[in-house]
């Protein structure tokens, strides 16, 4: 049985990652955008769009259907969105107000990839290890 104290500290993070998932991935399109605002191609600016919101896409969905995880699991997924959020903007906010390079897209065709990597890794992982410990029990 979970505690008082650690449900609450569970709600404060959950409500910081719904705060930061709808912020992180309208600053990422915003961004990329910004980027890409000389780039004539609306077609090739769309499928940027979705490539750039497919890991916020793929952490709310987590998000809908986590209600019935561990503690643990829910707890890494916020984290997650946290981490995952304050990264995309870092990466996404110095390339776009940055000086000007000549591959500007590059960032944006790697992010999300390693992002869904890590989605991947840290929720399956956790998910394991928190299974193991209600075995134990």
């Known amino acids: 049985m979970q505690s008082t104290s650690e449900l609450r500290s569970l709600s404060v993070l959950r409500a910081a990652a719904l705060i930061a998932l709808p912020a992180g991935a309208a600053g990422s399109i915003g961004f990329m955008l910004r980027a890409g605002h000389r780039n ?3 077609v090739l600016l769309i499928l940027f769009a979705i490539w750039v919101l497919s890991p916020f896409v793929a952490l709310i969905f987590a ?6 995880w561990s503690v643990l699991t829910r707890t890494m997924l ?3 969105i946290l981490v995952l959020t304050v990264s995309s903007l870092a990466i996404y906010g110095s390339v776009a107000l940055g000086p000007p390079r000549a591959k500007t897209a590059f960032a944006f065709v790697v992010v999300p990839p ?17 299974r193991g410990r209600s075995k134990q029990r």
């Open 78 to 80: 916020y984290a997650v």
């Open 114 to 130: 390693a992002s869904w990597l890590l989605i991947a890794i840290t929720i399956s992982t956790t998910a394991l290890i928190s």
């Open 40 to 42: 004539p191609s609306r």
């Open 63 to 68: 998000t809908i259907v986590s209600k019935d």
